[in-house]
């Protein structure tokens, strides 16, 4: 079975532009968790969907936001990107309390 | 509110050392506990769970963990490290059980293994 897959793995943005991250989640999971993981940090919860509805919010700014399609992937949004957006962005599936994890989208913003 | 302390940033040990990781978390109720493994520049790797029930948990790759409620802890074991076991360790305790079962994690532990 195929894990959780996020893509890209890898990308580079300007200042001000705005970054679409994909995540696909192991067969039969529902739920779609995103993190977001600074260099040296442990990763920060950012939002929580479950059939499409979001169940929680991490404290980040509105730049952010997300979305869960019928076959329960996900994206995550990020506009008018700052210095500070640079980061690993890590996506969760997750069967009842067990979360499994993606290998992250590696963001750089110059 | 919840949060998990790993008061050691970095850790060394000799390969075929034992090792053991620190954990406290400040949780009202009884918490679900949880320890990731990370490589670099890679996703998190689940190691082993706490849910209720034996507080001695067994995981993946020869590791353990040992919850005590009267300590807050929840530290991880293994009792003979492999250079491949070098990496970075998470807890993680789940958060707001219920509506969002977002994951609360710490800072972590880097652990260098020495030849």
């Known amino acids: 079975d195929a894990g959780v897959t996020q893509s890209p793995t890898h990308l580079i943005k300007t200042r001000g532009q705005h970054v679409t991250l994909r995540c696909s989640p192991i067969s039969g999971h529902k739920s779609v968790s995103w993190y977001q993981q600074v260099l040296g940090q442990g990763p920060q919860f950012i939002f929580q969907?479950?059939?499409?509805?979001?169940?929680g919010r991490g404290n980040f700014p509105d730049r952010f936001s997300a979305r869960q399609f019928p076959n329960y992937s996900s994206e995550l949004n990020v506009n008018a990107l700052l210095l500070g957006d640079s980061a690993l962005y890590l996506c969760?599936?997750?069967?009842?309390?067990?979360?499994?994890f993606g290998q992250g989208t590696r963001l750089t913003v110059v | 509110a919840q949060s998990v302390t790993q008061p050691d940033i970095h850790i060394t040990v000799s390969e075929g050392a034992s090792l053991e990781l620190r954990c406290n978390y400040s949780y009202g109720a009884t918490p679900y506990l949880f320890w990731y493994v990370q490589s670099p520049g890679q996703g998190l790797q689940l190691l082993l769970k706490?849910?209720?029930?034996?507080?001695l948990v067994q995981g993946i790759k020869g590791f353990e963990a040992e919850f005590k409620r009267s300590q807050s802890s929840f530290n991880l074991r293994k009792p003979s490290v492999h250079w491949s076991d070098a990496a970075e360790y998470f807890c993680a305790v789940v958060g707001q059980r219920g509506a969002t079962n977002k994951l609360i994690f710490g800072t972590g532990t880097l652990l260098a293994v020495q030849p």
């Open positions: 969907y479950y059939e499409k509805e979001e169940r």
């Open positions: 969760a599936s997750s069967q009842q309390f067990e979360a499994f």
């Open positions: 706490y849910f209720s029930g034996d507080t």
